[in-house]
């Protein structure tokens, strides 16, 4: 690949140091200024290459001198991980009321048509916040875990010890959110919503009183699962009808009459909620990426989730699963030759189309498919769409003047927060521009999952050539340099340039790099042809080899033995790599090949000379 994730990382982490932290403090807010999302995303442009092994700054002796040289203005390997304690911690203090009820609202990245929003609206929980909390206080508990184990000064301990308490109550807060902005939407086949649903799934132009009851009973499953929803928002008790559709996921925020949750975790008020309950795509896609942290492995090794918070996440779990189960049945459904995801773009109930839909769809359909265990055909087809949209969105074709599709990436889709005018105010708008970043991040997870190299292959030269996208977008000045997003220098047509960084997009680029860096870490795949060459080629060479020693070459000189050695070498350790690398293999075997042939050719000439 052309990314080289390592380098990029470490040229993101000295850009967010010389952005960010100055005069010895941590400068908060980029381009939008700061609130509860924009600030989390700012710290995780650090924390998240974090949580990769290579990249490790909670154990300072087996710190890099490359990692600490690209954070040098926060000190040396050892206070490196306490400034980032300190920093941490003043983001849970920024973002916890007076009361102690952690803060989720959006504030500035909350946008309107017209007029501006009440400060009730600017204080409004939105999922985008409950999601990047999990993330972040996940990855602050498990660095300040491990930092702990390499100190020994008590009023550092009593940091770190602060530190775990407040975001992980801010993590069970987290979790609490999300049960409550959990939404299922039900409605009849003959309404607006479910005619839509009809037409975009209908892709072999069947009756549709046949195309409810097959998707029904694809759904039959899930349909029954929703009897085990037992806390917060997702209530279905209308769903027996054969004339009854639904959706699921996650709305922009609380559903309104969402139930409190009974915790004994100290996460302050539950505020009402007013959000209607009908799934965004967005808000889905975020929220089921953050609830899968909380299945990791690093969570589970580390201990990160205490046993209150584990019972929040089976209850988050179910809903992970049926949601994503339905998605993935949904996107693929039908016996026809086409897919409703492949019908691109992509059309909501509410009648919105835009192939970013289309690219959320594809990563809800993934994470369904990869629970199934589906087959490399599948997961190609998934890859085709990605090609698609990135040709469709301009990445990898050249735009034309007044382009409709350049608004994808400036000024992004435009959700409207349905029933956010209820607290005064006109109806607020969430603006999402993440599509190139989330391309390469999607298209770099679906490559980790196939196992044919010649598909693999492809996808990874799709994520290269999204890659060379991006880097025309950095920021060339300023101290935000090599950060994002600057759209125009990749679209002249666009023209508004900018001065600060969006930690917005820049987290996507970091997330999709580690995503990237996971895959190029894994062993490479092998191929059955290449592994049967290699065998073959291991064979001839030690049958020549031992024909060698038969003739007794082992007999002659220092450099004739040496050269023998080598070959004895080189053969044994062709064995065994064999399974896991064959090209190396045949590599090593094709270098004794020559070997060998070089000293046949010497006993030759020294022959004809005679």
Known sequence: MRIQPRQELLEIWRATVRSSWQDGKWQWGGRDGPNSISDAEQL?????????????????DETADEMIKALRPLGTATQIPRVLIQ??????????????????????????????????????????????????????????????????????????????????????????????SFAVNVFDVDSPEGQTLCSMINQGGLPQRQVVAQLRYELRETIASFREVLIGSGQVADLDSPVRLFECGWSWGIIQ????????????IQPPGVAPEEPYLYFTVIAIDAIEQLFTERTRVLGLLNEEQQRLARALELRLD??????????????????????????????????????????????????????????????????????????????????????????????????????????????????????LQRTAHIAGLLSDANARADLLDLADRVWDHLVTRRLDHGPGRSLWDQPARAFRQLGTYYDAPSWYYTERVVHALVTTAGVLDRSPLRSARLGAYAYDLLNEAEHLYDRELLSGAAEGGPKIRQTLEIMRLRLRRAREVMQERPGTAAALAATVLLSLDELEAARRDVAEAG
């Open 44 to 60: 995780l442009c650090i924390l998240l290459p974090a949580t990769l092994g290579k990249f490790t700054l909670d154990r300072p």
């Open 257 to 268: 009459d969402a139930p409190e949750i009974k915790t004994n975790e100290k996460i302050g």
């Open 322 to 439: 049926l949601t994503r189960t339905y998605w993935a049945k949904v996107a693929t459904f039908g016996d026809g030759h086409r897919w409703p995801l492949e019908d691109i773009p992509w059309r909501t109930t509410d009648g919105d189309a835009s192939d970013y839909y289309t690219l959320l769809v594809t990563s809800l359909a993934v994470k369904g498919l990869v629970k199934e265990r589906a087959a490399d055909t599948e997961f190609s087809r998934i890859g085709a769409i990605l090609e698609e949209l990135a040709n469709r969105a301009r990445i990898t074709r050249r735009p034309f003047d007044q382009d409709p599709s350049l608004h994808l990436h400036a000024p992004g889709v435009r959700l409207t927060l349905q029933r956010s005018e209820l607290l005064g105010g006109p109806t607020l708008r969430w603006a999402v521009s993440e599509f190139s970043a989330l391309l």
């Open 87 to 180: 920093v941490l911690t003043e983001y849970y203090q920024r973002y916890t009321d007076k009361n102690g009820t952690p803060i989720f609202s959006g504030r500035t990245y909350f946008q309107t048509d017209d007029g501006e929003p009440s400060e009730q609206q600017l204080g409004l929980d939105i999922v985008d916040s409950f999601a990047m909390s999990i993330t972040l206080s996940l990855a602050a508990i498990g660095f300040a875990r491990v930092f702990r184990r390499a100190v020994r000064r008590e009023d550092v301990l009593r940091e770190i010890e602060q530190l775990e308490a407040m975001a992980s109550t801010r993590l069970s807060a987290a979790m609490v959110g999300l049960l409550r």
